[in-house]
């Protein structure tokens, strides 16, 4: 069963415009780490660092840590350090795992990107190969779900069930699911947010037509978002 569904709103002034979704699964995320320390640590689909911002926060350890994005504006948005290298790659391309090796004990993390990945199976099968610690958190197909049954279109993610078989061809997995809901003042600021967020993504795009029809009958004043939360092991890599 799901947690108690956290709820925020679009206005709240402690949080960013645009992520304060992504921002809650990321520090979520970190929250589950063991305080220890690693060789290195990669951020798949690190966007403008929130999973380090969190960690910098926290009694995690590391010598290394790896920021990978295939934004360069986002790596730009990144902190930077000493410690930290930027990798710009994609995590749907082979040759992106060719580039870099990881000595144990090291930790795998990836907040709110793997739902993108074009392959999961292939991006799972480089990923676990790296490392065999792995933490994760993934937007499921439950996300905006009232918003793609009003519209009747299909979401452009995978859903929990999917997740969790692909996962578990690589990994020992223990799983969490997490609700969120982003409450809004009007249905128009709900519809700019969809836009601007990067959360709804994908090629099931609406017509302006089609839009405003949706406007008008969607029913809730706010938007679903479901994360599933992953503490994984890897079947293959080495161990620390």
């Not at 947690?3 to 709103?9: G, H, L, P, R, Y």
Request: hydrophobic letters at 35%.
């Amino acid at each position: 069963m799901p947690n108690a569904i956290q709820e925020f709103s679009r206005f709240a002034h402690q949080y960013d415009t645009y992520n304060v979704i992504q921002a809650e699964v990321a520090k979520s995320l970190v929250k589950q780490l063991p305080r220890t320390h690693y060789t290195t640590i990669i951020d798949i689909g690190c966007g403008s660092g929130e999973v380090y911002r969190n960690i910098e926060r926290t009694k995690v350890s590391f010598d290394r840590f790896m920021a990978l994005d295939s934004s360069e504006k986002m790596l730009e948005l990144h902190p930077s350090g000493p410690e930290i290298e930027k990798l710009c790659a994609d995590f749907n391309k082979p040759e992106t795992f060719e580039t870099f090796s990881l000595e144990p004990p090291s930790l795998i993390l990836s907040s709110s990107a793997l739902q993108w990945s074009k392959d999961l199976d292939f991006t799972l099968s480089e990923i676990s190969k790296k490392a065999s610690q792995a933490y994760f958190a993934i937007f499921t197909s439950n996300t905006f779900k009232t918003l793609h049954q009003t519209a009747k279109i299909t979401s452009p993610i995978y859903s929990e069930n999917v997740l969790r078989s692909t996962i578990e061809r690589y990994y020992h997995a223990a799983f969490e699911i997490k609700e969120y809901r982003l409450h809004f003042e009007t249905v128009r600021e709900m519809f700019s947010y969809i836009k601007k967020s990067g959360v709804s993504g994908g090629d099931k795009q609406l017509t302006y037509t089609q839009m405003k029809q949706l406007m008008k009958r969607y029913p809730l004043a706010y938007l679903e978002f479901e994360v599933l939360f992953v503490k994984a092991r890897s079947l293959t890599a080495p161990s620390a």
